[in-house]
């Protein structure tokens, strides 16, 4: 559960349950716009920011303790934003779909800007950036998902194409074009990571096996 002050980690109660047992509570300054936080996998981590905001907040719910707290947008004066938070599946890296506005020079009176899309992996352990080669792989994406075994990153793009990448290398898996028309904007393996379901902006919905 996240509030712009805090984050409060719960316990899954029974079915009709009236309330859930909280299990830590993340506290600290208030954050501005849409609060967006994440939990890893192991329910040890915390990353807390939002949606239109610089700083990310990595906290250990063990210890009841911010590790480190870091910038997405040193130097960046321009638009900006966070649409996804969240943990690499071994809860070594906090990754976030970070967005940025890219202004070029002015012709016929207007502004050219460019939308720089990519994801931003940050070490668990400093909060320094990290998987520098992964990052690059993904600029451009419209969505994606870690597949179960930790070891690859499925990227949807704007072309309808999904592509299996290796982590941390970052080296082209495989590659199939989905969708004819539109950008690919969902993706979801199956428990055995054996099918990937991934949606389209048009509504398709289509189930893939991996080889």
């Keep these: 559960m996240v509030t712009a002050t805090g984050v409060s980690v719960l316990a899954v109660g029974p079915a009709r349950a009236t ?3 909280e299990q830590a509570r993340v506290g600290g300054p208030a954050v501005n716009a849409y609060p967006l936080a994440a939990l890893s996998r192991d329910g040890r981590y915390v990353a807390w920011t939002a949606d239109i905001g610089n700083d990310v907040r990595c906290v250990d719910t063990g210890k009841g303790a911010t590790l480190w707290r870091e910038n997405f947008f040193p130097g960046h004066s321009g638009g900006r934003s966070v649409r996804r ?3 690499d599946p071994r809860a070594e890296h906090m ?5 940025r506005s890219i202004y070029g020079p ?3 009176g207007k502004i050219e800007v460019r939308e720089d899309r990519r994801l931003q992996f940050l070490a668990i352990a400093d909060g320094q950036r990290t998987l ?4 690059d792989a993904t600029v451009g994406l419209t969505a994606m998902a870690w597949h179960p075994d930790g070891q690859r990153l499925a990227i949807g793009n704007e072309s309808g194409e999904l592509e299996l990448r290796d982590c941390p290398g970052g080296e082209l898996l495989a590659t199939h074009k989905v969708f004819a028309k539109g950008s690919l904007t969902a993706i979801a393996f199956d428990r055995s990571g054996a099918h990937a379901a991934v949606g389209s902006e048009k509504g398709e919905i289509a189930v893939l096996a991996l080889r």
């Excluded at 990754?95 to 967005?99: K, N, R, T």
């Design 19 to 21: 309330t859930w047992q």
């Design 85 to 87: 938070l969240g943990f």
């Design 95 to 99: 990754v976030a779909l970070c967005l």
């Design 106 to 108: 002015e012709r016929d």
């Design 132 to 135: 520098s080669a992964l990052e």
